[in-house]
């Protein structure tokens, strides 16, 4: 069994800056596709970021281009998102997710954290 948890959510002024981690156990973490998604009140949940297992290729959505950086270290089974520049929109509950694939869709994702809030105030 493979168990996500993530940590590092919290509230924040606009222009400010947070890094969420996840730390994958049961499983090498170097066995999966990673992600980051999130959903605000009253909309679909989105992708936000996803990697590799070796780190490379990396993707973001336009929302969050420049601003966040996704990143992985296999050796710890944590991966991270550093969140700079932070606006209310990027308010939500985001989680961390695994796959077998490097993949931006969630139906890709076979494991999923219990999320954490980031709440981004004006």
């Known amino acids: 069994q493979v168990a996500l948890v993530e940590s590092g959510g919290g509230l924040v002024q606009a222009g400010g800056a947070l890094r969420l981690s996840c730390a994958v156990s049961?499983?090498?973490?170097?066995?999966?596709?990673l992600g980051w998604f999130r959903q605000a009140p009253g909309k679909e949940r989105e992708v936000v970021a996803t990697?590799?297992?070796?780190?490379?290729?990396?993707f973001y959505a336009n929302s969050v281009k420049g601003r966040f950086t996704i990143s992985r270290d296999n050796a710890k089974n944590t991966m991270s998102l550093q969140m700079n520049s932070l606006k209310p929109e990027d308010t939500a509950v985001y989680h961390c997710?695994?796959?077998?694939?490097?993949?931006?869709?969630?139906?890709?994702?076979?494991?999923w954290g219990q999320g954490t809030q980031v709440t981004v105030s004006s």
């Open positions: 049961g499983r090498s973490a170097s066995s999966y596709a």
């Open positions: 990697i590799s297992r070796g780190g490379v290729p990396t």
């Open positions: 997710a695994a796959g077998s694939q490097f993949s931006i869709r969630e139906r890709d994702y076979d494991y």
